[in-house]
């Protein structure tokens, strides 16, 4: 009873705080959606229609529904998948699209489209991050969940690219950009990674990490491929 009379009153307490944070959080996130409404490009099945294709193409043979896509301008290799006042978004930025498509192929991007809706696909963005991030203080558990998570995406790039090659190669421009991406010799890359993935400082390094090691991750995606059924390459 005690216990109860305790968490009762530390409630109290603390929901105006709870509230502001909440409301805070959700103003944070119209604004958000406003800025990339108003400022990216949505992909639509006539904008951008390869990569509407490949998406609506993948959500459609895993079942699910095909979150908002965006893409916009920006210098920083990067793409991400985040929910929108309960609307599931994806937003590409332009780096890592170019960077791709430079020397690459619609099957490269698809691993990267794939990666993030993966991401939904797989609950990451919701009551899971929630829980994750209220626990962010046990920060080496979270960085361990979210490396996981990244592993668990790197898979489902992979089905939606349908290529091994391709998801490498696309995991190879995370590496190297994409002038040289299609240059690199990925068994070698491979055993790279085995020669120094069990060092101390490699290890502790990834402690530290919200993303695996990218060699790690190319290597994971020849055992990925194995159990998958994925062909090592698609012409």
Same mark, same amino acid.
């Given at each position: 009873m005690i216990g109860v009379t305790l968490f009762l009153t530390l409630f109290w307490r603390f929901l105006p705080l709870l509230l502001v944070i909440f409301i805070g959080t959700q103003i944070r996130k119209a604004l958000a959606r406003a800025h990339?409404?108003?400022?990216a490009v949505q992909v639509t099945?006539?904008?951008f229609p390869e990569i509407h294709?490949?998406?609506?193409?993948f959500a459609e043979r895993l079942g699910y529904p095909l979150p908002t896509i965006y893409v916009i301008q920006d210098s920083i290799y990067n793409a991400f998948a985040m929910r929108l006042l309960g609307q599931p978004v994806v937003v590409l930025h332009s780096m890592a699209v170019d960077s791709i498509l430079i020397r690459g192929d619609f099957r490269q991007l698809a691993y990267l489209v794939g990666h993030e809706l993966g991401h939904h696909y797989a609950g990451h963005l919701g009551w899971r991050q929630v829980v994750a991030e209220w626990g962010a203080w046990m920060i080496w558990i979270y960085l361990w969940w979210s490396r996981r998570c990244e592993f668990t995406c790197d898979r489902y790039g992979l089905a939606c690219s349908e290529s =091994?090659?391709?998801?490498q190669l696309a995991i190879c421009n995370m590496a190297v950009g994409g002038q040289m991406a299609s240059r690199v010799n990925i068994p070698e890359a491979v055993q790279q990674w085995e020669a120094h993935r069990t060092e101390f400082f490699v290890r502790y390094y990834a402690l530290y990490s919200t993303h695996p090691h990218t060699l790690h991750r190319l290597a994971? =995606?020849?055992k990925a491929a194995d159990e998958l059924g994925v062909p090592a390459r698609t012409n």
């Open positions: 990339y409404r108003a400022n099945a006539n904008q294709r490949m998406a609506a193409a =091994l090659e391709s998801a994971a =995606l020849s």
